[in-house]
């Protein structure tokens, strides 16, 4: 996510809201063989408390035979939750929540995440959610104050991955862009 131009007020609650439901689902630990399209609120439920939705899915599978949009897993809550969606370890999946406002401005915010296993417990096997994507999320696009404490550290902690996997191999003006695209909150 990155403006164009100096993003107003509006757009930021629109890209912080955004955000909040990317960081939720990102954060979910769930049951393995959850079925995909039951994740989708977990996206949407920070974007629904303020009355805005966004008419896509939240994510699909990617890249078994490199296709972008790939299942069996679709993060949907207009897909039919049926067996072949169960979540297994290993699954590469989008989560990009968005808001659109036609005529006027959109936004999204898509980064690819593995199903990792997460443990077990007297219920059974849980997975969670590994962050593939390495680009950092532009916070003059956000609102800060309306991250609660738990936000703004997993924004923090992905941007100090992003720096920590990709300053290695930057230097001179791109490495002063990362550095300033992924200083913490």
Known sequence: MVPVGVPSHAQKEDCTRV??????LSRAT???????PLLDAIARAPIWADQVDYGHGTGHGVGYFLNVHEGPQVIAYQAAPAPHTAMQAGMISSIEPGT??????GV?????????????????DFLNFETLTL??????????????QC????LNGYH???RERLAPLLKGEALGWLEARTAPL
Request: aromatic fraction near 8%; charged fraction near 25%; charge should be positive.
């Open 100 to 105: 659109y406002r036609p005529g006027q401005w």
């Open 160 to 162: 100090a991955h992003v």
């Open 135 to 148: 680009c950092p999320i532009d916070t003059r696009c956000l609102l800060p104050e309306r991250l609660t």
């Open 108 to 124: 999204r915010i898509e980064n690819l995440v593995v199903n990792r296993e997460a443990g077990t417990s007297a219920f059974g």
């Open 30 to 36: 769930f049951p393995r063989g959850i079925l995909s």
């Open 19 to 24: 955000l909040k439901g990317m960081i939720a």
């Open 151 to 154: 936000e703004l550290e997993w």
